[in-house]
């Protein structure tokens, strides 16, 4: 937890520095933190039941996943377009995924 409060002030800090910090408006920080604590609870949820029906490492490989689905959704409420590179990507993560979870189920098979 103490590394993610260590990038936040960095993070600031460097904007600060570069004159590039603007806050949202005060009116938004109501949704800002509702969106926060729903999308905690919601991966938080999700993560717990994922490590329970599958192993630690490929628990570990779907949170890799993570830009792609942020990317896609993106994508469908529209602040993003993407391109070509990014869909190449997305596509060699969905495979590298998808041949991890292959592996582990056959050598779950052979145990």
Do not use: C
Not at 41 to 65: C, D, E, M, P
Not at 87 to 95: E, F, K
């Amino acid at each position: 937890m103490a590394r993610f409060a260590i990038v936040v002030l960095l993070l600031f800090g460097w904007l600060a520095a570069r004159r590039h910090l603007h806050l949202p408006a005060r009116t938004d920080w109501p949704l800002l933190g509702l969106g926060r604590l729903s999308g905690y609870a919601i991966y938080q949820a999700f993560f717990t039941v994922g490590l329970n029906k599958t192993s630690a490492f490929f628990v570990s490989v779907l949170l890799s996943f993570g830009p792609v689905f942020l990317l896609l959704f993106a994508v469908a409420v529209g602040i993003e377009r993407v391109r070509a590179r990014q869909w190449l990507g997305a596509l060699v993560v969905l495979l590298g995924t998808a041949l991890v979870r292959l592996v582990d189920r056959a050598s779950a098979a052979a145990a």
